[in-house]
């Protein structure tokens, strides 16, 4: 028989909500098996013969849940609280889900044995007891959820007393509904104030709760979790505590912390406060410098630092591929990579150089304009990849998913990356992008604004409007540049891929800024231009007009 199998694995965002599976064995809907995907054997969750998977817009959320629950009262509650990913609630057969809610054991959990007791495998990193202990202490009586990573949420038999002796409930993404809504709301005495868990904690409906902490264990889980996943996770959760009026806090025993959090703000994440363990000491000290720079950009974006009993190693240097603040000013500590910039005088802004490190294939020179065979599927693919990272998420995913099989098309062509190195290379591009999305707000009409002046006043978006018109000044910007926040990333999800319209408004613009010395001869420019309507015609785009209206019917605040 054919059953539709979800691959409980990474996926390109491009891929379906399932796969046709033939078994010779009677699966059960919504039942994990262990099915041969790509040549390996994988876990996958069973859709079961006649159940219609989730369209495309639930395809984010599967993403970012593959390793925990998905729940008829979790995707609802989402719904409620998250309208950002889903246009309306959607109703699952509610039979398929609670039996998966009660059965489900990710693959590297191995057992749960109540609150006291705890097996996992031995490969998982362990989080140490000062490490609970010291939130336990910072928390205090707070109803509070602490995230942790997947990796590192681990704690060997002969720990297992620690979360007794703190008072702390471990969660894990397999606990049924009953069960954590008893724990949650029956300690009045606040005996039980943390609750530690996976990311699918996320996504539990307590009550009460009066902050989120995301946690970084280690320094083995920093290179791994800044990948896209990851970052995908903490925007979730900034709108889920956004939802729910809690604040959200970026924890973490490791000073590269301090530039994953300066990412975040980068990237308009609200992140209420980072709390760091530092331990100041005349062996490590932080340099005056380092002390300033750190002041200067947290004040900006309003982001406290606490320092609390932890040994950290100097920072020298910027990694300009993974990102990462290094103790070593030859090689990164992380990706043993040997493109380092001096710390903290980073300059963030060398475009050409980043699209060369991005497209490999396209040397300097032909990015300088020294090369008169530029051709307008290179700028193409050059624009449009690097547009793709400019937008909020969710909507990266499904631009990228029209988007990248044309591209790659226009890429094998004229001999760019292949569609794999441009999705995974074009996050070295993430400073770049938000750096040019930056310059596209500040274009904005004063007109423009006053049509959105009373829906800009919430969650201190007026104040960061405000800034936006202020740093305008400084700036020398053409005022017809499309307002990418507001007219693209918060439009109604039917027309999400609205990007390329603002890419066929402000063409030339970008052309000249993106790099600055790109030159096309007149015939490349229609060529380009033909380029922009070919993928915007393939993507079904429908355009209408974007209207304060329109906003708020879609934010549900009519």
């Known amino acids: 028989m054919v059953y539709k199998i979800w691959p409980l694995i990474s996926l390109p965002r491009s891929a379906p909500a399932y796969y046709s599976y033939l078994s010779e064995e009677k699966i059960k809907p919504g039942s994990l098996v262990k099915v041969t995907f790509r040549?390996?054997?994988?876990?996958?969750?069973?859709?079961?013969?006649?159940?219609?998977?989730?369209?495309?817009?639930?395809?984010?959320?599967?993403?970012?849940?593959?390793?925990?629950?998905?729940?008829?009262?979790?995707?609802?509650?989402?719904?409620?609280?998250?309208?950002?990913?889903?246009?309306?609630?959607i109703n699952l057969a509610s039979d398929l889900f609670t039996k998966w809610l009660s059965a489900l054991k990710t693959p590297t959990l191995s057992a749960v044995v109540d609150n006291k007791q705890l097996v996992?495998?031995?490969?998982?990193?362990?989080?140490?007891?000062?490490?609970?202990?010291?939130?336990?202490?910072?928390?205090?009586?707070?109803?509070?959820?602490?995230?942790?990573?997947?990796t590192a949420l681990?704690?060997?038999?002969?720990?297992?007393?620690?979360?007794?002796?703190?008072?702390?409930?471990?969660?894990?993404?397999?606990?049924?509904?009953?069960?954590?809504?008893?724990?949650?709301?029956?300690?009045?005495?606040?005996?039980?104030?943390?609750?530690?868990?996976?990311?699918?904690?996320?996504?539990?409906?307590?009550?009460?709760?009066?902050?989120?902490?995301?946690?970084?264990c280690t320094n083995e889980c920093y290179q791994e979790l800044d990948r896209a996943p990851y970052y995908?996770?903490?925007?979730?959760?900034?709108?889920?505590?956004?939802?729910?009026?809690?604040?959200?806090?970026?924890?973490?025993?490791?000073?590269?912390?301090?530039?994953?959090?300066?990412?975040?703000?980068?990237?308009?994440?609200?992140?209420?406060q980072v709390v760091i363990n530092h331990k100041m000491t005349a062996e490590n000290p932080l340099s005056p410098s380092h002390l300033n720079y750190i002041n200067e950009c947290w004040q900006k974006n309003k982001i406290a630092l606490v320092y609390h009993n932890h040994v950290a190693e100097k920072i020298t240097?910027?990694?300009?591929?993974?990102?990462?603040?290094?103790?070593?000013?030859?090689?990164?500590?992380?990706?043993?990579?040997?493109?380092?910039?001096?710390?903290?005088?980073?300059?963030?802004?060398?475009?050409?150089?980043?699209?060369?490190?991005?497209?490999?294939?396209?040397?300097?020179?032909?990015?300088?304009?020294?090369n008169k065979k530029i051709t307008a599927d290179k700028v193409t693919v050059i624009l449009a990849s690097v547009l793709i990272f400019t937008i909020p998420l969710p909507w990266k995913f499904r631009l990228g998913c029209v988007l990248l099989p044309s591209l790659a098309s226009l890429a094998q062509k004229n001999n760019v990356s292949a569609t794999a190195d441009i999705y995974g290379n074009l996050w070295q591009c993430y400073d770049l992008a938000s750096s040019v999305r930056a310059k596209i707000v500040l274009g904005l009409n004063d007109k423009d604004l006053e049509d959105w002046s009373d829906l800009v006043n919430f969650d201190g978006e007026k104040k960061f409007?405000?800034?936006?018109?202020?740093?305008?000044?400084?700036?020398?910007?053409p005022p017809d540049v499309a307002l990418l926040e507001f007219s693209l990333a918060k439009i109604n999800p039917a027309?999400?891929?609205?990007?390329?319209?603002?890419?066929?408004?402000?063409?030339?613009?970008?052309?000249?800024?993106?790099?600055?010395?790109?030159?096309?001869?007149?015939?490349?420019?229609?060529?380009?231009?033909q380029n922009m309507t070919n993928l915007k015609t393939a993507a079904g785009l429908n355009?209408?007009?974007?209207?304060?209206?329109?906003?708020?019917q879609y934010y549900g605040l009519a």
């Open 495 to 529: 027309n999400e891929i609205a990007l390329l319209f603002w890419l066929n408004q402000s063409l030339n613009w970008t052309l000249k800024k993106l790099p600055p010395t790109i030159h096309l001869a007149p015939s490349q420019h229609l060529k380009l231009s």
């Open 39 to 89: 040549n390996k054997k994988v876990w996958g969750f069973c859709w079961g013969q006649d159940f219609n998977p989730p369209k495309i817009k639930l395809r984010p959320i599967l993403t970012i849940c593959s390793e925990f629950i998905l729940s008829e009262w979790c995707l609802n509650a989402l719904v409620e609280t998250a309208k950002i990913f889903l246009a309306s609630p």
């Open 154 to 216: 681990a704690q060997s038999a002969s720990q297992a007393d620690i979360f007794s002796n703190l008072n702390i409930q471990l969660l894990v993404g397999s606990e049924n509904k009953s069960a954590l809504k008893n724990i949650w709301e029956k300690n009045n005495e606040h005996k039980i104030n943390i609750i530690f868990g996976t990311r699918g904690a996320l996504f539990f409906p307590f009550t009460n709760l009066e902050q989120i902490i995301i946690w970084d």
């Open 317 to 370: 240097a910027f990694c300009r591929d993974c990102q990462a603040l290094v103790s070593n000013a030859v090689i990164c500590d992380y990706c043993h990579s040997h493109n380092l910039a001096s710390w903290p005088n980073i300059n963030l802004n060398q475009i050409r150089k980043q699209l060369a490190t991005a497209f490999p294939k396209i040397k300097i020179a032909e990015l300088s304009g020294a």
């Open 543 to 552: 355009l209408p007009k974007v209207t304060p209206a329109a906003y708020t």
């Open 232 to 272: 995908d996770f903490v925007y979730l959760a900034q709108i889920v505590a956004r939802a729910r009026k809690t604040k959200l806090l970026l924890a973490g025993p490791s000073l590269p912390i301090l530039e994953r959090a300066q990412k975040y703000a980068r990237h308009e994440l609200k992140i209420d």
């Open 120 to 150: 996992f495998d031995s490969e998982m990193k362990r989080v140490s007891r000062s490490d609970f202990a010291y939130l336990k202490n910072k928390i205090g009586a707070k109803k509070t959820l602490v995230l942790f990573p997947a």
């Open 465 to 477: 409007w405000q800034k936006m018109l202020d740093d305008r000044k400084k700036f020398n910007y």
